[in-house]
């Protein structure tokens, strides 16, 4: 049996501050937030929708809150920067071969974002 404490090495509440990786993967972690504000909006919207007409012009007068349209302007932006951050790995994560030889890193990340504007497309025609 030995009697030696082991080494805890001491991490302090500022660490990611000190490396620009560190401090972009904070940013790019912290953009949840508004995401998830957005999320539980939604899931009440849809709730105030099965309750009734009244429920629901309450829950459209609170999303047309400035406070709410700023948030949910925030979520947008942190949810296409998750995007630009997801798509700009991809070609490092699952690089992608064609008859052998390896697709450009440009094709695969504008595929990926000509993806998303069809899909958004459809979105809008269909609403």
């Not at 660490?15 to 912290?30: D, I, T, V």
């Not at 929708?49 to 932006?77: C, K, Y």
């Not at 630009?84 to 992608?96: A, D, E, G, L």
């Not at 390896?102 to 990926?112: A, T």
Request: overall charge positive; aromatic content about 14%; proline content about 6%.
């Amino acid at each position: 049996m030995s009697n030696r404490k082991p080494y805890v090495r001491e991490m302090k509440r500022t660490w990611w501050m000190k490396s620009p990786f560190y401090r972009f993967y904070m940013l790019r972690e912290a953009t949840v937030l508004p995401m998830i504000f957005f999320t539980i909006c939604l899931t009440f919207g849809l709730g105030s929708l099965v309750r009734g007409a009244e429920s629901w012009d309450s829950w459209l007068h609170f999303m047309a809150n400035p406070i709410v349209i700023i948030i949910n302007i925030l979520a947008l932006l942190g949810s296409l920067f998750h995007a630009q951050t997801y798509f700009s790995m991809m070609p490092q994560v699952v690089p992608i071969q064609i008859k052998g030889k390896p697709v450009d890193k440009k094709v695969i990340v504008l595929g990926q974002w000509a993806v998303v504007a069809v899909i958004t497309v459809i979105a809008l025609i269909v609403v």
